[in-house]
Every structure is written in structure tokens, then in C-alpha cells.
């Protein structure tokens, strides 16, 4: 018997059931803390999770029947590949598609922050009105920097011309005509953050690119710019971006990730009105869910039909994780 374990979190769930064998056993509901997961996957042959479910090298090390780990989404940062590799565990995932989803997001973080929304709305919940707000900045013509050039960030980019930006890129891995075709400009990360007024981060979590973004950084930037981070929350260290918000080394910053998931409730960055968060949603577009849902299955079922899937829907062999 295939017993198949799904993560809550993928939602809608129905969609991702209906297509599996009618003699699998399935059900769905995994804790996010390592133990829970040991327990509720103990006897599972096959896992789809989010990156919400902790499949570190303990809990991997635990499942002895786990066939497969189907992981929605771009990011492997939540997964023990190497461990999974070593059991001869099938890892499988869906780069890059939710880029889309997670590009418009980053933009309209920028722009929600650029327009001070979290402060408009509490105006309004305090029962003020427009004569109580500050102006806030046009995202036209101004000079965005994008860290991380891959499939959120060109699209991002693409977005961006529509908006006549002075396009600023930071990425050693890509070459200059990828700059080019969204008439955009490769530079060092210190050019970057010195000209940018908004920062946008759509690089990889790889052990090169966590903490990326720390206290010196933030001092580079200009004092009217804005910082955006949609792809993972441990590229921006956390407590010196709250210390450059709260003493005006930036002016704002939009943060779909956070260093630490689910983001403490006491956190100050609730209190700021410069500060515009979501809870790590970019990808979470019904278009972009349906797609990725479908992917997977088709992934999970190759593999146990024992036709692989194509290389890249399959945990890269050089231990890398994207994190898009």
C-alpha cells in the first residue's frame, strides 16, 4: 500500500487529491515542528509539503519507508537533499513556476510601500482622513535594483519597463545580455544599493546569499529607499533592517518573508507605518497553485511509474537550492 501524506498548506487540496491513484492512501495534515512531522510521516511513501513542514536531516533520517519527497515551490532550503539523496530518497519540486506570481507581488510590494498603505489604512481605522497623510513617491522614473537576476527577477524586470525605471541589476551568474534584453544595467551589489531608491530582493537562499543584506548594506542605501523582499526571509538580517527603519537609514521596506516564520506577532515591525508585510503569499496566485499542483503530480506519478521526470523538476545533484 502507497501511503501519501499531504501538507495542509497546499491548497486546493482537492485538486492535488483527485488526481492521485484511488489505491493510494491518503490523507492530509503535517505539524510544522520536527517531531510532529516524524510522527504523522512515520510510515509515509510519499510526502508533499510546503515549506512550512521541516524535513530536516533528523526527520528525514526517521522515515525509513519514505519513497518520495514532493516539495511545491522553488525552494529546497526546507528539505535535507543531501540526506534524502544518501537514503535514496526521490526529491522532486517545481522551479520557477510560480516566477510570475511572485514577481507581481514584489512589484506591488514596492508600490504599496512607495504609497505608504500601511499608514492610509491606519488613518483610517483611527478616523482620520487625507489632510493627516504624507505624500508618498511615484514608482515612475525612478531607479529600482533588483539583487538576483533568475526567473523572479527577470520578470520582475519585465514588469518594471512599463514603469520607464532606471534598471539596476546585481548578479554574478548571469550575463550581460540578460541585463540587456530588460534594458537593465549589471553592477556590483555596492553600486546597486547606493543608487537604487528601491531595492528589490529576488535572489536564491544559498549559504553565499543568507545575510546578504545586513547592517552595512542598509547603510549604503540612500535614506529615501525602499527595501522589498519577496523571495526568502534570511537573506535580510532582521534586526538591523528594524534598526535602520526605526532611525531613518531607509524610508520603508515591503516584506512577503521574514527571517523567522511565522513572523513573532510582537514583532516591531507591526508597529512601523513605513512597513508593509504580507505572510510569505507572493506565489500564492489560484493560476500559479493549479499549475504547480498539477506539475507535481505528473512528477510524483513519473517517478513511481519509473520515467523521471525531466532534470530540473528534480533536486540538483550539486546540493544548490533555489529559493524563488
Not at 510544522?32 to 504523522?40: F, G, N, P, R, V
Not at 535535507?80 to 506591488?108: C, F, K, L, W
Not at 516564520?261 to 508585510?277: A, I, K, T, Y
Request: proline share 5%.
Amino acid at each position: 500500500m502507497i501511503r501519501a501524506v499531504i501538507d495542509q498548506d497546499i491548497t486546493p487540496t482537492d485538486r492535488l487529491v483527485e488526481q492521485l491513484p484511488d489505491d493510494w492512501d491518503v490523507s492530509v495534515g503535517i505539524e510544522s515542528t520536527e517531531d510532529e512531522a516524524i510522527a504523522t510521516l512515520e510510515d509515509a511513501t510519499i510526502v508533499f509539503v510546503t515549506s512550512r513542514v521541516p524535513l530536516s536531516p533528523r526527520v528525514v533520517a526517521a522515515l525509513d519507508d519514505l519513497e518520495i519527497i514532493a516539495k511545491l515551490g522553488t525552494g529546497l532550503d526546507s528539505v535535507a537533499v543531501d540526506v534524502a539523496r544518501e537514503r535514496g530518497i526521490e526529491v522532486t519540486y517545481t522551479p520557477g513556476m510560480n516566477a510570475q506570481s511572485v514577481a507581481e507581488h514584489t512589484v506591488m510590494l514596492a508600490l504599496a510601500t512607495a504609497r505608504r498603505l500601511t499608514q492610509a489604512r491606519r488613518l483610517i481605522e483611527n478616523g482620520q482622513w487625507r489632510d493627516d497623510m504624507p505624500l508618498g513617491n511615484r514608482l515612475l522614473g525612478s531607479t529600482v535594483g533588483i539583487i538576483g537576476f533568475g526567473n523572479v527577477g527577470k520578470r520582475v524586470g519585465s514588469i518594471l519597463n512599463g514603469f520607464n525605471v532606471d534598471l539596476l541589476l546585481s548578479d554574478p551568474y548571469v550575463p550581460e545580455i540578460d541585463a540587456e534584453l530588460v534594458g537593465g544595467t549589471n553592477v556590483s551589489l555596492e553600486e546597486l544599493l547606493e543608487r537604487s531608491d528601491v531595492v528589490c530582493v529576488t535572489a536564491e537562499h544559498t549559504e553565499e546569499t543568507r545575510g546578504l543584506i545586513g547592517r552595512a548594506e542598509l547603510e549604503r542605501m540612500q535614506s529615501s529607499a525602499l527595501l522589498v523582499n519577496a523571495a526568502r526571509g534570511p537573506i535580510v538580517a532582521e534586526a538591523p533592517l528594524i534598526d535602520a527603519l526605526a532611525d531613518g537609514t531607509i524610508a520603508g521596506a515591503g516584506m512577503d518573508v521574514h527571517q523567522t516564520e511565522p513572523l513573532d506577532p510582537d514583532s516591531p515591525l507591526l508597529e512601523m507605518d513605513n512597513v508593509v508585510l504580507t505572510p510569505h503569499v507572493a506565489s500564492m496566485t489560484m493560476e500559479s497553485r493549479q499549475e504547480t499542483i498539477d506539475r507535481l503530480v505528473t512528477n510524483v506519478l513519473s517517478l513511481r511509474d519509473g520515467t523521471a521526470p525531466a532534470d530540473r523538476y528534480l533536486a540538483p545533484s550539486d546540493g544548490s537550492t533555489l529559493s524563488e
